[in-house]
């Protein structure tokens, strides 16, 4: 069963792969450095969901990793790195709240990631006054991550039943 | 959705309004204090004009790589009207006012900053090969280089 659990994984990380890419051939949101719809996140919502925090930290990395060494340089790398860790880590502890939605989750996340890139741009552009962007960012990860887990959350049900088809198919 | 979900939803907003406000304040305070904002230039990493914010004037600069943009002063207000870079990202930018606020052209290296007046530019555009500098923190739109995800 384990081999199941890896090739649905492969899946998952191909599938941020490619939502990362079509985030990619949309045009810009605004004429605000670091807002994007961060559809890749909905992939991390649902493996979190479906298979636990510790195979949904396996596929960021990995996803991050891949795209940064596939499509991105040092610099897109590092962005992506601080701030995926970051949303997971405000995901991983939020999920834990009963009183949260995946809903909630996805906007901690989602804000959470946009200031790890406002953090590490302060830190690799070496310009304190970035930090003018915090509360449209804030904002943005607001509407963004709601929208982002307002999805995840519809895929989630019928992925965990076709996932439970399979297995017993199996 | 949950009842959580709405505080989550509050505390972020919150947060957000707060934040703007102590930007603001200490903007306002710079400002009754008597420095005024300034248009600061600079190509490549390297200031190379300041400009009243408040004198309606029209510039053009010249970029690496041959690149060119025309900046405009006008009402309190920079915005870039012209530049001949293949992405024309900077020309679709709105005009920016407020301290922080910048306009970039990516392939000609220009940064159009606001900035408190006499200020110096922070040189943010650390250099590396391959590098397109200028803080394009969520990856640079429009090259062949993938951007952040």
């Known amino acids: 069963?384990?081999?199941?659990?890896?090739?649905?994984?492969?899946?998952?990380?191909?599938?941020?792969?490619?939502?990362?890419?079509?985030?990619?051939?949309?045009?810009?949101?605004?004429?605000?450095?670091?807002?994007?719809?961060?559809?890749?996140?909905?992939?991390?919502?649902?493996?979190?969901?479906?298979?636990?925090?510790?195979?949904?930290?396996?596929?960021?990395?990995?996803?991050?990793?891949?795209?940064?060494?596939?499509?991105?340089?040092?610099?897109?790398?590092?962005?992506?790195?601080?701030?995926?860790?970051?949303?997971?880590?405000?995901?991983?502890?939020?999920?834990?709240?009963?009183?949260?939605?995946?809903?909630?989750?996805?906007?901690?996340?989602?804000?959470?990631?946009?200031?790890g890139q406002l953090i590490a741009a302060v830190f690799l552009?070496?310009?304190?006054?970035?930090?003018?962007?915090g509360p449209l960012l804030l904002f943005f990860g607001l509407l963004t991550g709601f929208l982002t887990g307002m999805i995840a959350g519809l895929v989630i049900r019928p992925l965990r039943a076709a996932i439970k088809d399979r297995d017993t198919v199996n | 959705m949950k009842k959580g979900d709405i505080y989550v939803a509050l505390l972020i907003l919150i947060v957000a309004v707060l934040w703007y406000w102590i930007l603001k304040s200490g903007n306002d305070r710079a400002e009754s204090s008597g420095v005024s904002r300034a248009v600061s230039i600079s190509v490549d990493g390297t200031e190379v004009m300041e400009l009243s914010l408040f004198e309606d004037r029209s510039e053009i600069i010249r970029g690496v790589n041959g690149y060119s943009c025309e900046v405009n002063i006008t009402s309190g207000k920079a915005d870039v009207v012209w530049a001949d870079c293949p992405d024309k990202l900077c020309v679709n930018q709105r005009a920016i006012a407020s301290v922080g606020e910048t306009i970039v052209c990516l392939p000609a290296r220009i940064v159009i900053e606001i900035k408190e007046e006499g200020e110096p530019f922070y040189d943010g555009i650390s250099g590396s090969p391959g590098d397109p500098g200028g803080g394009c923190f969520n990856g640079c739109v429009g090259r062949s280089r993938r951007g952040a995800l």
């Open chain 1, 1 to 115: 069963m384990k081999i199941k659990k890896t090739a649905y994984l492969g899946l998952l990380l191909s599938a941020a792969l490619i939502t990362g890419y079509i985030e990619f051939l949309l045009p810009p949101i605004s004429g605000i450095p670091g807002v994007k719809l961060g559809l890749s996140n909905i992939v991390t919502l649902i493996t979190m969901e479906l298979f636990g925090k510790k195979d949904a930290f396996l596929v960021l990395i990995s996803r991050i990793l891949l795209s940064g060494l596939l499509f991105g340089s040092i610099f897109s790398l590092i962005f992506s790195l601080s701030g995926g860790l970051l949303a997971f880590g405000a995901m991983a502890l939020s999920s834990r709240i009963r009183e949260i939605s995946i809903t909630g989750v996805s906007i901690l996340g989602a804000v959470a990631h946009n200031m």
């Open chain 1, 125 to 133: 552009v070496k310009e304190l006054k970035i930090i003018y962007y």
